[in-house]
């Protein structure tokens, strides 16, 4: 009898190699331990109990303030984690301003600036979250600059536009008028 998927499709998936699970799983895992294959609930090494697994008593303590993974040994009653994360802050390692991601400088806004949701202002050069990408929404000085200037330039141009609609041109058979 076939261990590997069905009689059907012999190369699609597996039987997990757990003695009281025999279940189908089409995207098994396989152990790099013992090289089984095994379902979901039974890929970790302890719920296989690999008699071949690398180091298990390798575990880390992350540190809250730096966000660092600092190695304890494998004795479980050696070293608490309070005494790891002391010996991390007095090695000087501990920087907590690594961990602080830069925030959306736009008021009332506490959105993290990563890499995919940043976005850099043309105008102003601000990097701002995606919420805030379009100048009106972080009140861009540039643009307002710009848009006063458009203001400016559009008041002037009404004195010329009513100047201009008096006096209608005909152009290739159509009336032609200054735009508003």
């Not at 039974?42 to 809250?64: E, L, M, N, W």
């Not at 050696?78 to 000087?92: G, N, T, V, Y």
């Not at 200037?149 to 008041?155: D, H, I, N, Q």
């Amino acid at each position: 009898m076939a261990r590997r998927g069905t009689e059907a499709f012999p190369d699609l998936g597996a039987h997990c190699d757990e003695a009281g699970c025999n279940q189908l799983d089409f995207l098994p895992f396989e152990c790099d331990g013992c090289g089984g294959f095994f379902c979901a609930a039974h890929r970790v090494y302890r719920d296989h109990g690999c008699a071949k697994a690398p180091d298990q008593g390798r575990t880390v303590v992350v540190c809250p303030d730096c966000g660092d993974a600092i190695e304890r040994t494998a004795v479980p009653g050696r070293q608490c984690d309070r005494e790891i994360l002391d010996a991390h802050a007095r090695s000087r390692r501990c920087d907590p301003a690594r961990k602080r991601k830069p925030q959306c400088p736009v008021r009332r806004c506490k959105e993290a600036l990563t890499f995919s949701n940043t976005s850099q202002c043309k105008g102003c050069g601000l990097k701002v979250c995606l919420k805030h990408r379009f100048p009106a929404d972080h009140n861009c000085a540039a643009a307002a600059a710009a848009g006063a200037k458009r203001a400016g330039s559009t008041a002037g141009c009404g004195r010329v536009a009513a100047t201009c609609r008096s006096s209608s041109k005909v152009v290739a058979g159509r009336r032609w008028r200054c735009p508003p």
